[in-house]
């Protein structure tokens, strides 16, 4: 392999019902074991779910859930002389956006309910709201980031 070529970006292809990326992003971390008709079927209850209860665009609730959970900065272990330090690195739209979508899921996953539509429908809802696990996750990663701050020059 050459050292020279860097790898084309994949874009996701939209999904077939609201024809929108960020849904086809979702379905594939929600997807196990290769079900991706089961992680459609997941989603797309949480959408009607979303839209029973919050009267809105399902589609403007997930956008705004997954905006205001992506973070700006995260931490990384950095190992210098002997002492690993946490050291504060921006990180850009899409992997902020990779995070928000494994934070979400991984929230509405820990929700305690019935199934899995219901809990994801929930915990968009609540992020969409500024509160609910993944808001938090956020936050504690801003806060790490900020307290680390000193550790920045590591980079």
């Known amino acids: ?20 990326r ?3 992003m979702l379905v594939n971390r929600i997807l196990k074991n290769g079900k991706k008709s089961l992680a459609y079927r997941i989603l797309y209850k949480a959408m009607k ?3 029973q209860k919050t009267k809105k665009n399902p589609l403007f609730v997930l956008r705004q859930a997954v905006r205001k959970v992506t973070p700006n900065v995260t931490v990384k272990a950095r190992r210098i002389d002997g002492s690993t330090y946490q050291v504060p690195l921006e990180i850009k739209s899409t992997q902020g956006k990779a995070l928000a979508i494994r934070w979400l899921l991984g929230a509405s996953r820990k929700r305690s309910g019935q199934n899995m539509a219901f809990k994801l429908s929930y915990e968009l809802i609540d992020a969409a709201r500024d509160n609910g696990i993944a808001i ?12 680390n701050r000193a550790f920045a020059h590591f980079r």
Do not use: F, G, W
């Open 1 to 20: 392999m050459s050292r020279k070529s860097i790898a084309e970006k994949q874009v996701a292809k939209p999904d077939p019902i609201y024809r929108n």
């Open 22 to 24: 960020l849904v086809n």
């Open 136 to 147: 938090r996750k956020k936050e504690e990663t801003h806060k790490m980031a900020e307290a």
């Open 49 to 51: 779910n979303i839209k």
